[in-house]
């Protein structure tokens, strides 16, 4: 299932970068509401530029029993593990199941440009759940979480940087 959604700041791009590198933000969305848990597990910059975070996130979802069976017990969890592109102003992002193995697939982009006077951020992605009959279902909650989240994340991006605008 491929999403795209489209987030609009008030902020120039820099102070949008900045803050979406900034660790202390990162730490802030640990209790975003469509994730149980969402832990910065590391943040470390390249020799070329590049930074590579690694989030570890938990859903917030209620699977039906069907879908357990081939998952198993545990929540739907993974690690995100993104790397920004700075000449492109461009991150990439790639999910690692925690369970499930191979059953779930995603992979996305987030691009970052100035837009009337402010910043537009669009993070779009595929996912793919490989498990028959309730794949697509199951697809669509995942996607629908991801996309909650980005929304929330995008309201406190906002207000961290209006705050550190104007203290």
């Known amino acids: 299932m491929d999403f ?5 700041f008030a902020h120039d791009p820099e102070a949008v970068v900045a803050a979406l ?18 832990h910065l597990e590391s943040q ?14 938990v859903l917030d979802v209620e699977l039906p ?9 545990g929540d739907p969890a993974w690690i995100e593990e993104a790397v920004w ?13 925690e369970i499930g193995g191979d ?5 996305g982009h987030i691009e970052i440009t100035a837009e009337n006077g402010g910043t537009e951020r669009v993070v779009s992605g595929r996912v793919k759940v490989n498990v028959p009959i309730y794949g697509g279902r199951v697809e669509g909650w995942i996607v629908d979480g991801i996309e909650h989240a980005y929304a929330e994340e995008a309201e406190r991006l906002d207000q961290w940087i209006a705050q550190r605008e104007n203290p």
């Open 4 to 8: 795209s959604v489209t987030h609009h």
């Open 103 to 107: 059953l779930l697939e995603a992979e």
């Open 65 to 73: 029993s069907a879908a357990r069976r081939f998952i198993g017990n």
């Open 21 to 38: 590198l900034d660790q202390d933000f990162q730490r802030s969305l640990s209790d975003v509401e469509s994730l149980k848990e969402r």
């Open 85 to 97: 592109h700075p000449q492109e102003h461009r991150w990439t992002w790639v999910v690692i199941p």
């Open 44 to 57: 470390e910059e390249r020799d070329d530029g590049a930074v590579v975070r690694r989030t570890r996130c």
